[in-house]
């Protein structure tokens, strides 16, 4: 519940309520591909996310 | 007021903790974790900074993390959408981590931190600064200036690639900033990556590499001219705008197409160990070139907005010293700061204290007979009488402990002089990438040999890759062309000039190995191959002891100054206890270690049973 109040506030602070669909549809897909995710810290190769 | 800072999850993860504004302690996870840039949650970093400020974690006022999830995230999404259809594999790569994880970060930082110690999470104040702010600040507060413009440029933080930023009166505005993925970090780390080194570890020796490059030759011009003209677009201010079609880390898990680089340079990628020929040196040197102009502009571009006399610096690029020398020899500014942990971990300490002084409001009070408030960057644990003496009974090692540190740094100075090799273990651990003194290996910078001996039978590193010199401070201008302090050897400045032996005729047609291997001045292994070193001062106020022994050194020998690195083997995080230092004499070459007061000659000890299956312990970096 944290997590969705802040990023409420954050996209209410950035403007950018665009982004909304395009968060739904990647997480939706995101999600299926958690089953065959890993660690947070593991898989990159560049620390650019 | 006792603030927390943490830098994770990406490299080099740290903690840092501050009492007040002042800096208590700080140390990255890698020298407890002994896993090189570890990226993981730094408890043992964290659990450290605790005991060192006697603090629990309900009795901190604060947790500061060194970035904004939320707003990488929404850089992340908005990168994907901007190159769609392209970056499906990065997608896949990236999406189900911060799905797990990294989007949940407030909660992942609560959970941790119940495996550092019990506390109560209701009470728990987390703050999140933005990722080039915790820069700014690591790099304002600690300096001795109430007014300077502060320069950060990295690889990536959120949007953000470089800042110029103005500290006055203890608050820092933001000026101007450089946005992903434009980022002169990211374009020296796609050289890294093109020619056979490591990203994100690997930059600091295509810096070295670089001199070995014919500067003015018609193919570094070449390649100068390529890179100006079809990989970037430089600004007045410093900006760049880097041309995509070039590079692939934005949406891909490569820094860049490789057969497209291959038909604009010439020749193909360098595979990691293979061997460096002259056009890979000469390719270091024009981006290197190409990086010095970019900084300088950008710093000439912070003068113009601030009006400063002072410069403060930080963030991963701020650690390419040589650029440091070069914007220095400028004089846009007076003077000059760099955090003497540029990186990320730095970020730690800057988040902390940008909270305490931006968040909270504190008031900053500067001690102008200080060169900073870094306490010379020895900020992490010491080790105890109780833990050099374990290890000596785990080990049956022989030693002698000496009660009178003169008559040591006596004896000690003596064996330098002999050409040994001495791992040196005092005091408090550095923060930082650098060794200072406190956790290095060191030699006679005289020795001609010592050069070769250091890189091949005890760090087992390249050959080509230089040393760098600890000199008494009162001494830096009898041999390089530098006025002024390098505490933290963030500075590259050239050997006095009646120090230099002239190169050779033909000298530019050497190959690496003739030239790495010709005397270049009376203090070669500390001379690069342009007869530059990478200065660090040594002052009596922050380092006694360190400055002691090379005062006896000087006394024995006329020399003030001796060669200085990291104390660790290719790929392992400097030493941090009693410990791994032991190993590190008795896996290597080296002739002596000094723990405190206790000598260890590697002739006494008993056999190392252990072969050389320990190199596999480090991933090579």
């Known amino acids: 519940m944290e997590f969705l109040k802040d990023f409420w506030l954050f996209l209410k602070e950035r403007k950018k309520f665009w982004l909304v669909p395009m968060i739904l549809v990647l997480l939706l897909i995101g999600a299926l591909l958690v089953f065959g995710g890993s660690s947070a810290v593991a898989p990159f190769i560049y620390t650019l996310f | ?621």
């Open chain 2, 1 to 621: 007021m006792k603030i927390l800072g943490i830098s994770a999850f990406y490299h080099d993860s740290a903690a840092a903790i501050i009492g007040n504004g002042e800096v208590i302690a700080a140390a990255q996870e890698e020298r407890f974790t002994r896993k090189k840039h570890d990226p993981g949650f730094p408890a043992n970093a964290i659990k450290y900074c605790l005991e060192e400020a006697g603090v629990t974690i309900d009795e901190l006022d604060a947790v500061v993390f060194y970035d904004k999830p939320l707003l990488k995230f929404e850089r992340l999404l908005e990168t994907y959408y901007g190159f769609a259809p392209v970056g499906v594999s990065s997608f896949v790569t990236s999406i189900p981590t911060w799905i797990k994880e990294k989007m949940f970060l407030k909660k992942l930082i609560k959970d941790e931190l119940k495996g550092v110690g019990e506390y109560d999470v209701k009470k728990l104040k987390l703050i999140f600064p933005e990722h080039h702010l915790s820069h700014a600040a690591s790099a304002y507060y600690p300096s001795s200036f109430d007014d300077a413009a502060i320069l950060t440029i990295d690889g990536v933080g959120e949007w953000a690639t470089a800042s110029i930023c103005h500290g006055k009166g203890g608050k820092i505005s933001v000026l101007k900033e450089l946005q992903f993925p434009h980022s002169v970090g990211l374009l020296y780390s796609a050289f890294t990556y093109f020619l056979g080194f490591r990203v994100n570890s690997g930059e600091y020796k295509l810096m070295g590499l670089a001199p070995y490059g014919n500067a003015d030759s018609e193919a570094v011009k070449s390649y100068v001219k390529k890179i100006k003209d079809v990989l970037i677009d430089l600004k007045e201010d410093g900006s760049v705008w880097l041309n995509q079609k070039y590079f692939t880390y934005a949406t891909g898990l490569r820094m860049v197409p490789d057969q497209r680089w291959e038909k604009l340079f010439g020749f193909p990628r360098r595979q990691g160990e293979a061997a460096l020929e002259q056009h890979h040196c000469d390719l270091g040197v024009a981006i290197q070139i190409v990086t010095e102009e970019i900084v300088i502009k950008m710093a000439q571009e912070a003068k113009r907005l601030t009006g400063s006399e002072n410069l403060c610096m930080a963030g991963g690029v701020a650690l390419n010293c040589v650029a440091n020398g070069k914007i220095q020899n400028e004089n846009i500014f007076k003077n000059y700061f760099i955090q003497p942990a540029a990186g990320d971990a730095g970020g730690a300490l800057g988040c902390a204290l940008a909270a305490y002084y931006i968040y909270f409001g504190e008031e900053r009070k500067v001690d102008k007979n200080l060169l900073d408030s870094m306490k010379g960057s020895y900020l992490g644990p010491e080790s105890s009488e109780r833990e050099i003496e374990l290890a000596i009974k785990k080990h049956k090692a022989s030693y002698k402990k000496y009660d009178s540190f003169d008559e040591l740094t006596e004896d000690v100075a003596g064996y330098l002089a002999e050409g040994n090799v001495i791992g040196w273990h005092q005091g408090r651990m550095e923060f930082g990438p650098r060794a200072l003194g406190n956790r290095s290996i060191i030699g006679d910078a005289r020795n001609s040999e010592m050069q070769k001996k250091l890189n091949l039978k005890i760090k087992y590193r390249e050959s080509f890759r230089p040393f760098a010199p600890s000199v008494l401070a009162s001494d830096c201008e009898e041999y390089f062309e530098h006025k002024g302090n390098s505490p933290y050897m963030l500075l590259v400045h050239p050997v006095k000039e009646s120090r230099r032996i002239p190169y050779p005729a033909g000298y530019e047609k050497f190959g690496l190995k003739e030239k790495l291997y010709h005397n270049r001045s009376d203090i070669p292994s500390i001379t690069h191959i342009d007869y530059s070193a990478r200065i660090q001062t040594v002052h009596k106020e922050t380092n006694e002891r360190y400055w002691k022994l090379i005062q006896a050194f000087k006394e024995k020998t006329g020399y003030g100054l001796i060669v200085n690195t990291s104390f660790n083997v290719r790929g392992e995080p400097i030493v941090c206890t009693p410990e791994d230092s032991y190993k590190c004499l008795m896996r290597t070459e080296m002739d002596f270690l000094v723990v405190g007061n206790y000598v260890f000659n590697k002739k006494d000890q008993p056999a190392w049973k252990e072969g050389a299956e320990w190199k596999l312990e480090y991933v090579l970096d």
